[in-house]
């Protein structure tokens, strides 16, 4: 019973790591006042980028620094499109998902029979094999500690450094932040190239460690669920973190009810995740005033200093 | 950044002629782009480009297909193109085609047999309110609940493509199909007849014409189109004229889903001719494109959903003549629309080549 339990928990991390790690990026990216809807795109980018130089390189680390590089290199075309070109963020967030599926679909393809070592989960000797304590602390795969860390980073970058202060002041008031002398642009730009790397590492994370291999579309929606999470977190990075984990847990509900035996359709169940989403975000937008004290004040518009 | 190379100035007033021009240059960037990528993938680029763009037109079967893909693209780009101008976001229209084709095509299957001329009518009806009631879903969630319509709209994509693929899989799976996922055929007063002999283009086509007439009338000439323009241009200023935003909400959602509905019924009624468990390559989400292409008019929108299906009729001749994957539509397709994205500035804009002397914009740090 306790085994299972432990399972459970330790299955529910894994399947919530990519989520945390998106919805992160994204959390910062419309901190400062930028809405990226293109996390599902930058994804999938990763994913692919990430398994192709592991799949010649033969090194797992390096395959994801390539998937970090991605996203963040198709942020700076999101960037240069809505920050330096003024364009509307909305259309070009959906250009960046449609771009990514076709383009991550096309140079994708020879490898989606290749295999890859994946990144193994920590072994910490005895500690690892612990009871109980072992798998639930000692024995994750190193990307979810880092989730972790990410998101105390974020935490502690946002809300107790100037840095962080920054930023805020950039996606609540652009024009003041300009006014008393801080580049809104350049400051914007950072925090969507963070979004970006954080996406094209989540995306790493699907590719190499969660599922290893490469498929058209594998991210199903996750970058979606991470975008609408960071509504559900009230742009707060703990509250992220306890939201990914519940959509993991959903996400393994899944495959437990089907181990179980349970006779529903795989297609209802596959479902799952979509509903909750839906659910989810229907129930806590209904705080208008709660989205509205959190949300930034700019979020989705463009800035140019002399209007 | 780029600030130093070149700066943006303000125009006084939108570029009537820039709003033209720029489908046009990212059409020309696009081709470009082309150039460079088959170039790199070790094709003769000319030739190449001509199998892309030229040679799947250059037959009457060809021009055929042209017109049949870009029906349903056009339907659902002049729908979609409603609801952006009021400034609401629905990207699932690939779930509301889903939605419209469950619909539909459950009438053509629980009709068998029946040789009514009204059997067609029938599944178009039901399509368009699949299409509606799967629309209904985010526009209530947004106005009752005030949940982004972008994130439900899209949620439901997948949980309609889903319900798709349990259908064909299960209760309307044909049982002398060999058990694969599909439906029995529809019988031919469930199918829509040819209009073009030579080429498998169908009804649909007209259907489209219409719908795309109504809603320039729709647009251009009535008051409801009038209040959603403003809307979507000037939300305060529509608020202050009384002009209600939830029902704005409504509307744009719902024509979308039915425009979406009726192209599903167009697909298995149409080249499909049952269920399966995919009714459309992505026409849904190319439709997002081809309503920023037209740029939400809808003349427009026609035009753009023959370049759009021409792309599509591309990906395939590639992958017969090039050996290249047919995603490499879908690439293009994305690329296009960064490029209409970003020409789009020139609307707003000026663009001023040089370093400028004393810069005004440039904060000085306090």
């Known amino acids: 019973m306790t085994d299972t339990l432990v399972q459970i928990v330790v299955l529910t991390l894994a399947a919530g790591t990519p989520l945390v790690i998106a919805a992160l990026g994204e959390l910062v990216v419309e901190k400062s006042g930028v809405l990226n809807l293109g996390v599902e795109g930058m994804m999938l980018i990763g994913a692919v980028a990430a398994f192709i130089v592991t799949v010649h390189t033969h090194g797992s680390w390096l395959g994801v620094v390539a998937g970090i590089a991605a996203g963040a290199a198709m942020a700076l075309v999101f960037g240069v499109i809505t920050l330096t070109l003024k364009a509307n963020q909305v259309a070009t967030g959906l250009a960046l998902s449609l771009f990514g599926v076709g383009l991550s679909a096309f140079v994708g393809l020879p490898y989606v029979a290749a295999v890859v070592e994946p990144i193994k989960s920590v072994d910490l000797g005895w500690l690892s094999r612990l009871p109980v304590a072992g798998p639930l602390l000692f024995a994750h795969n190193p990307l979810v500690y880092a989730s972790l860390a990410l998101c105390a980073g974020v935490e502690w970058f946002l809300f107790h450094t100037r840095g962080g202060l920054i930023v805020r002041a950039v996606g609540e008031s652009p024009q003041s932040a300009h006014a008393i002398g801080y580049r809104v642009i350049a400051i914007r730009y950072a925090a969507v190239l963070f979004g970006g790397g954080c996406a094209g590492l989540a995306g790493a994370y699907l590719s190499l460690a969660f599922t290893p291999l490469w498929s058209e579309g594998m991210t199903a929606g996750r970058g979606w669920i991470a975008l609408a999470l960071v509504v559900f977190a009230t742009w707060k990075p703990l509250r992220v973190l306890a939201g990914a984990w519940l959509f993991g847990a959903v996400t393994l509900a899944q495959f437990q009810i089907q181990a179980a035996g349970v006779d529903i359709p795989a297609q209802l169940l596959a479902m799952l995740p979509y509903a909750a989403t839906i659910v989810v975000l229907a129930l806590i937008s209904r705080d208008a005033t709660a989205i509205r004290r959190n949300s930034p004040a700019s979020l989705g518009k463009p800035f140019h200093p002399e209007t | ?366």
């Open chain 2, 1 to 366: 950044m780029l600030q130093s190379m070149f700066r943006l100035e303000a125009r006084t007033a939108p570029s009537r002629s820039a709003k033209w021009l720029s489908p046009l240059i990212a059409i020309a960037a696009m081709i470009a782009c082309g150039f460079v990528l088959f170039w790199l993938l070790g094709k003769d680029p000319v030739a190449a480009l001509r199998a892309f763009f030229i040679e799947p037109v250059a037959t009457r079967y060809g021009i055929g297909e042209l017109l049949l893909k870009a029906s349903p693209l056009a339907l659902i780009g002049t729908g979609l193109a409603i609801g952006y101008r009021a400034n609401v976001w629905n990207i699932g229209a690939e779930g509301q085609l889903a939605a419209g084709a469950i619909a539909g095509g459950g009438v053509a299957l629980a009709l068998d047999g029946t040789a009514g001329a009204w059997v067609l009518p029938a599944m178009f009806v039901a399509g368009a309110l699949g299409g509606i009631a799967w629309a209904a879903i985010p526009a209530f969630l947004r106005t009752r609940c005030n949940a982004n319509e972008i994130l439900t709209s899209l949620m439901l994509v997948y949980i309609a493509t889903l319900l798709l693929s349990l259908l064909v899989h299960g209760v309307w799976r044909d049982p002398e199909g060999f058990n694969f996922p599909q439906s029995r055929m529809f019988a031919a007063s469930a199918l829509l007849p040819n209009i073009l002999e030579g080429t498998r283009l169908n009804a649909g086509a007209l259907l489209t014409l219409f719908a795309v007439a109504l809603a320039w009338v729709f647009t251009q000439r009535s008051f409801v189109g009038f209040e959603m323009r403003v809307a979507g241009l000037a939300p305060d200023a529509a608020r202050y004229a009384g002009i209600s935003a939830p029902r704005m909400v409504w509307l744009g959602m719902l024509i979308g889903g039915a425009c979406a509905g009726v192209a599903g019924v167009g697909e298995i009624a149409g080249p499909i001719g049952q269920l399966l468990p995919s009714v459309s390559p992505g026409y849904g989400f190319a439709a997002i494109i081809v309503a920023f292409v037209g740029r939400l008019h809808p003349v427009g929108v026609l035009l753009a959903s023959l370049l759009m299906s021409l792309l599509y009729l591309g990906g395939e001749s590639a992958q017969l003549e090039l050996n290249l994957p047919s995603s490499v539509t879908g690439m293009f397709q994305g690329t296009l629309l960064f490029f209409l994205l970003a020409a789009d500035v020139l609307i707003h804009y000026r663009v001023r080549v040089g370093v400028r002397a004393a810069s005004r914009s440039t904060p000085a740090r306090a």
